[in-house]
Structure formats: C-alpha cells, structure tokens
C-alpha cells in the first residue's frame, strides 16, 4: 500500500458529520467512506513517523480499527481526521529509525525527539507542503497553534544540529 496523493481535502464539515452519525448506526460503508478519504493523509503522517512502509501501514490500520471501535464516544462538533489522530498517537512507533550520519546525533534522532504534536504539525508541513490554514483545519487548531508548533519543532531540530 504506497500512497503517493499529496492533497488532503478535508470532507465538508456537514457532509463528514453525516457520514460519523451513520457510522455510529452501524453503517459500515459510510465509515470507508472516511477511512477512503482520510486513508492516504493518515498513511503519510504515519510514514514521515515511522520511515517504514509496513509499519506506516500497520499504524494506520490500527488507528482506524481502534476508530471503529470507538466511533460511538466520536465528540459532537469535532473533525474527523483530528480525532483519528489520537489514535494513531496512542499507538507505538515500533520501527527501527534509520541513522543516514551513522552518528548518535542526525536529523531523524532530532525529529524523533520532538514532541508528537510538533512531528504532525511539521510533517505536514514539510512533507505534505501544507499552508498553515490547511494544517489548522486538518488538525481542528487555531493557526497560532500550528504556527507555535512548527516553530518550536524547527527551533529544536537546529538546537540539535548546533546551529546558532
């Protein structure tokens, strides 16, 4: 499963209240229908973690079965995709980084030491090149918030590689 889509469109806000309140009936197409649309964005924050396509894939298939399992405490009033991210949050980054320096000290120890809200909020960024406002709405945050993120995120990673 290689996802190469970058654009997340969030689902209007009417239509994905509509599909989370027939999931929670019981409607198993309205949740693929979510799990299709949020699928590809959900892989790509899980891989920019992991760095590993099975277990970038594995990430997101528990995310969105613990999802299921939960779709009936789903908050009236919340995004879909933010809400999905607490589970993919809860769950263990179990792959063996790749060191590309062969040092103790490279990027992607930097990137591992940040804070899981900051590695989202900078993935999207940098990996899905993502405007602020999008990031804001895909994460259900101010764009303050986002921009905080990001900042604190790239301050830590320069910090890291001793840069001034």
Same mark, same amino acid.
């Given at each position: 499963m290689v996802h190469t889509n970058l654009a997340i469109a969030p689902i209007g806000a @009417? $239509? !994905? +209240? *509509?599909?989370?309140? +027939? /999931?929670? @009936?019981g409607n198993r197409e309205a949740y693929l229908e979510l799990v299709r649309h949020y699928d590809r964005p959900l892989y790509r924050m899980a891989y920019a973690m992991t =760095?590993?396509? !099975? %277990?970038? /894939? /594995?990430?997101? =298939?528990? /995310?969105?079965?613990h999802a299921w399992d939960a779709i009936a405490q789903y908050p009236t009033g919340r995004r879909f995709f933010p809400w999905?991210?607490?589970?993919? =949050?809860?769950l263990p980054l179990t792959a063996a980084r790749p060191n590309p320096t062969g040092n *103790? %000290? @490279? *990027?992607?120890?930097?990137? %591992? @030491?940040l804070r899981q809200e900051e590695r989202? $909020?900078?993935a999207l960024r940098a990996v899905e090149r993502l405007r602020y !406002?999008?990031?804001s709405v895909l994460l259900d945050v101010t764009i303050g918030v986002v921009i905080l993120r990001i900042s604190q995120a790239r301050g830590q990673m320069l910090a890291r590689a001793g840069a001034p």
């Open positions: @009417s $239509a !994905e +209240a *509509g599909l989370v309140a +027939a /999931a929670q @009936s =760095r590993n396509q !099975e %277990d970038a /894939a /594995a990430l997101v =298939r528990d /995310a969105f079965l999905l991210l607490q589970f993919a =949050r809860k *103790g %000290d @490279s *990027g992607v120890d930097a990137f %591992d @030491s989202i $909020a900078l !406002e999008e990031i």
